[in-house]
């Protein structure tokens, strides 16, 4: 911790899955459980928001997102999906540099826990709507318009799906053509 405080949120998480490790392995305990416990949900949250890795992600996440919105008129508005959204990290990075009269961002998460909490994380974005959504069961089933946004964000999800490719298509599809 002295050497390499910006980690320190890191280790603690690694301490807590450590001390509850038996009882994972045993059954007796969900490692949900562990990993989204009080503490350990904010230290998640910390953690996909604040390690380097995830900063780098984010910060060209709004590069990226920045430099196309750049190139939309003026009046035109913004529409954005993020999937697989979580613990909100990239949600936090990005939401504070759109315009929220333009913007209509979609937090989605296969898990209602996520979606739960960041409903109240990001209460104050407006433009903000919050779905459950499964990439393996088709949008239109879920009340997710087709052909309808301009971003489709997937940040560090669509390894853990059972269809990648499935998962893919699901996310071309809510998409604008071109």
Avoid: K
Avoid at 21 to 26: F, G, H, K, R, T
Avoid at 39 to 59: H, T, V
Avoid at 64 to 75: G, K, R, S, T
Avoid at 120 to 129: A, G, K, N, Q
Wanted: proline fraction near 4%; charge should be negative; aromatic fraction near 10%.
């Amino acid at each position: 911790l002295e050497r390499l405080p910006s980690i320190a949120m890191f280790l603690r998480l690694t301490e807590i899955c450590g001390r509850n490790l038996a009882e994972v392995w045993s059954g007796r305990v969900s490692a949900l459980q562990v990993l989204f416990s009080d503490e350990g949900a904010a230290l998640m949250e910390d953690n996909y928001q604040f390690n380097e890795i995830s900063r780098y992600g984010n910060r060209r996440c709004q590069r990226i997102v920045l430099e196309h919105i750049a190139q939309f008129p003026d009046n035109r508005p913004i529409r954005i999906l993020e999937v697989g959204a979580g613990t909100g990290g990239t949600t936090a990075n990005l939401l504070p540099l759109l315009p929220p009269l333009r913007t209509e961002y979609w937090f989605t998460d296969v898990s209602p826990y996520f979606v739960s909490r960041a409903e109240d994380r990001f209460r104050d974005y407006e433009f903000v709507r919050y779905r459950t959504l499964n990439l393996g069961v088709s949008l239109a089933d879920q009340g997710i318009p087709e052909s309808y946004f301009d971003f489709v964000l997937a940040a560090d999800v669509l390894h853990s799906v059972s269809d990648i490719r499935a998962a893919v298509d699901c996310c071309h599809q809510a998409l604008v053509a071109g």
